[in-house]
């Protein structure tokens, strides 16, 4: 039903910035609530970022609050993550999620469309 690809991950240094994307097809984009959530080895799937259909609200996890921006442009069907300051404990892989009747953003069940995740390595 509906397709999710991530790009932009790789390799960047502490205090570095990458951007993420995530291109949607297979329903209409301005349908969806779409949201950023990270799993580093041996851990959970944790909430980053998530945003509104019409890109008016956002929520972030506290760890990336005031680093990480989430946006998206519904004419491109593609939502981002730009992430600034980057610290070694944001190495993860990313994931991109979506879902038409999200009610608790940061909740990983809420969302039933996944991709396949891109890697964000941070050195120091």
């Known amino acids: 039903q509906v397709q999710l690809v991530e790009s932009g991950g790789g390799l960047v240094q502490a205090g570095g910035s990458l951007r993420l994307s995530c291109a949607a097809s297979?329903?209409?984009?301005?349908?969806?609530?779409m949201g950023w959530f990270r799993q580093a080895p041996g851990k959970e799937r944790e909430f980053v970022a998530a945003?509104?259909?019409?890109?008016?609200?956002?929520y972030y996890a506290e760890s990336v609050k005031g680093r990480f921006t989430i946006s998206r442009d519904n004419a491109k069907n593609t939502v981002y993550l730009q992430m600034n300051s980057l610290k070694p404990e944001d190495t993860a892989v990313y994931y991109c999620?979506?879902?038409?009747?999200?009610?608790?953003?940061?909740?990983?069940?809420?969302?039933?469309?996944w991709g396949q995740g891109t890697q964000v390595t941070v050195s120091s």
């Open positions: 297979g329903r209409t984009f301005g349908s969806l609530v």
């Open positions: 999620a979506a879902d038409v009747g999200v009610v608790i953003y940061s909740r990983r069940n809420e969302y039933d469309y």
């Open positions: 945003i509104s259909r019409s890109g008016s609200n956002t």
